[in-house]
């Protein structure tokens, strides 16, 4: 595991904070050694820092109870969802309470004629999208891990589907948050738009639980399509691939889903998913829309695919195939840990200018091979942004070293193209270094805001911005 | 003309500025009182606060330089695009320097494979879509007025074609801005989306100068659509058509824009504009897709709007007849001004969740009706927005006093159907008192994030927040 940075902590606080709340949470309140290193335990390689003790808050009024007798005490609070953040994102560093809001799982009003629902945020974007199906309705965002709402609200998720429906900051209407000093606030009312005074809705999207704890959240929502077609196809070359995702975009065929898989990644997915493809790079593309609608963007896209000597189209409509399509992407991460079994995989990710994706994207094929690492690539290509997934044997400090000087590149080049060192992950503890070298002066006003809103840094501290 | 509340000068530092502003600009720092009255003009029924001096900026540097002399002084700083703001965002109730941007007005970039372009503030919108035609590629927002897109960035703009592409916040991607000590930063990098911290970007979009002044966007862009359809449909009553706009939107129609007048309105375009529609609530609809695309959608429409009593329903192609119609559309507030001669057009602006629209739009009517007030309405009604523009005697105090009330009640009639005291105007002057009764304890962490940024409150005071 990597090293995260420790902060002092307040011991005479976190005593007297945890004497405090065991008087109002009784046996609700959990130090055990299990459940507080799995509430510190994050996805990623950075090692676990766990939290003094674990409250699974049943409302609004809880979390503000146990923001206010923390912020008495001058003592961190930790928001938990799903834990899958892969940056550090739950970490304690400087220890304190964490909140898990998995019991604040309610879906509190389904607006069908507004194309939007009111949930509280330990709702999962499964059960959301269970509960939406009988109404005809949908959330369409996916980051692949069956994440909780509040938490994709926090690190600003996205994933495969953003490209046509935009990130969770396009998709959150309004929240409901505890903010530093306890108090509940509303960011906005449910109008579908509105121009009252500063975004506070966008401020704590991606926040990451350092501005505030979101407690409700209004969220925008979709029909189901009347019909859905996915369609693959494989390239000679990466190059290929990203040209025909380009072409597709600046079309305008408004594409749902459009995603790469690197040739190690195919090869990956056909040993782990029993597929046959050709193992060279490959595009999964989902079109939405009317049943003649769908048909014309498929044959537009197979054609465009076609002039970037793409081979092999294939399109369907049949919920089964198409399922199995989406499952073995969506199952990329356990494909690719056969690769090398008993390694870790790293997962690091970036996003750059769609038309620095072939280049930016080759090069990081090309620095892995260099270095002997084997990194697959997955991409959400349509928005330019793609994983590598460093298959790390952690027992061997010289690989992860190397893991860590080819993250550190990556990160490098990407904001060299005029993009960003985190598309999607967020910042956390392990991204931290990048956000001064991608936005240098603003992160002090992003810190001045942070001084401004939690000036005793009780909120999810050492996380995002620099020390 | 409406009293706007005026803020204590700092006159010493308003002087001693003027006098470091006039060695380092020279003839340029313009202090006549027509340029100064025309700065501190609002197209609405506040008066004129005119700043003490103007500058029309050429550059970045130039613009920190500025905030600097002003900062040093503890002087306001107003920053200015066109002018055509409706809520007496640029009036200077502290005097202090209004810094005119309409002279930045390069596009400095196009980048037609990423479908993004970065532009200086003073280009309007009307210049940038001229610039773009020629690659197939188009900027979609448009509030109606040729604004300036630094001020439709620093007011979240969006009008017409919000209901498909969004408002302002959805189609910025970063920005440069001068920020209250004369730091420049940037927001993000080019990506087309990015987790990496804050969204300083989406903070300052809509935070009409008040902390920080916009001198670089980079913005979106869009494809020329292959073929764009109009139609119109009339409809018995606005219950009737709103009815319509429900089901268009929940059907998933993905209408380019959707715009109610209602019979007043129509009375005024036929007579304005040369029209022969029934007299009776209009949607104007326009289709943005591929041929088959919006013959299908336009189709699907007509078959929505015949099961709510729609009638005249017809579609068009061509260039010259959609242009008629939306020419109609764009000439409202003229045409309006042709019901009464002599009259003020005074527009207020709320949005609410469309299955309230209806009962809101209606309730409206009724009320003017019993006031006697004629009011017009037109909406963005897909997204639940819409504007009345008052017809009134400025010269009869009891006329204006009534239109007072009648903003005050429409504003919280909004607020109480979970809508918005403004869904595209701003805040500006005129809406601070609804910004507190809409969004209560929230707008404390607004303040506390202006204090954080802008300490000395120089930075276009008086605007947003209460006092």
């Keep these: ?32 050694q299990a459940l507080r290193e799995q509430h510190g335990h994050t996805t990623t390689w950075i090692e ?3 939290p003094d003790a674990v409250i699974f808050a049943r409302d609004t009024a809880e ?14 609070v930790i928001a938990y969802g799903t834990g899958t953040s892969l940056e550090g994102h739950v970490n304690a560093p400087a220890g304190g309470i964490c909140i898990d809001l998995t019991e604040m799982n309610k879906v509190l009003a389904v607006h069908a004629s507004d194309l939007d629902c009111v949930i509280q945020p330990g709702v999962t974007r499964e059960a959301l999208n269970v509960h ?18 509040g938490g994709m609200a926090a690190t600003r998720a996205s994933g495969t589907n953003a490209v046509r429906y935009g990130t969770m900051k396009d998709n959150v209407i309004a929240l409901e948050a505890v903010m530093a000093d306890g108090t509940v606030i509303r960011t906005a009312q449910r109008a579908k738009k509105s121009s009252a005074g500063y975004d506070l809705t966008r401020l704590l999207v991606g926040s990451e639980g350092t501005l505030g704890i979101i407690t409700e959240i209004t969220l925008r929502l979709q029909g189901i399509p009347e019909a859905i077609r996915a369609a693959r196809c494989s390239f000679p070359t990466v190059d290929a691939a990203c040209r025909a995702v380009m072409a597709t975009i600046q079309y305008g065929i408004p594409v749902a889903r459009i995603e790469l898989l690197d040739e190690m990644c195919v090869k990956a997915a056909n040993a782990y998913s029993g597929l046959t493809l050709p193992e060279t790079p490959l595009l ?69 200018p769609i038309s ?10 090309a620095k892995a091979s260099e270095l002997g690492l084997l990194a697959p690539i997955v991409g959400h290509v349509g928005d330019g942004n793609f994983h590598c997934s460093m298959l790390i044997d952690m027992d061997i ?37 990048y956000l001064t070298r991608e936005l240098g002066p603003a992160t002090r006003y992003m810190a001045a805001i942070k001084q401004a809103l ?14």
């Design 454 to 467: 939690d000036p005793d840094n009780i909120l999810n501290p050492g996380k995002i911005l620099p020390d």
């Design 284 to 352: 999964l593309v989902e079109f939405h829309g009317s049943e003649a609608g769908v048909a014309e963007q498929s044959e537009t896209f197979g054609s465009i695919a076609d002039d970037f000597g793409g081979s092999g189209f294939a399109a369907t409509s049949t919920t089964e195939e198409r399922n199995k399509l989406w499952k073995a992407r969506h199952d990329m991460y356990w494909a690719c840990l056969q690769l090398r079994p008993g390694a870790k995989g790293i997962a690091t990710d970036v996003c750059v």
């Design 1 to 32: 595991m990597v090293k995260a940075t420790r902060l002092p902590r307040n011991e005479t606080g976190i005593e007297t904070a945890i004497g405090i709340l065991k008087q109002r949470f009784g046996e609700r309140l959990n130090t055990s």
């Design 63 to 76: 979390v503000s109870d146990i923001v206010k007798i923390c912020a008495d005490q001058k003592v961190p």
């Design 356 to 365: 620095r994706l072939a280049e930016c994207v080759s090069a990081a094929q």
């Design 397 to 433: 400090p010289e690989e992860v070293a190397m893991a860590e000087t080819y993250i550190g590149w990556l990160n490098d080049l990407a904001i060299s193209m005029d993009g960003t060192c985190t598309g999607e992950h967020g910042v956390g503890q392990g991204k931290r270094p």
């Design 48 to 50: 676990t820092q766990a």
């Design 132 to 149: 939406l199906r009988d109404q005809g309705l949908f959330f369409p965002i996916d980051p692949g891990a069956n994440a909780s709402l």
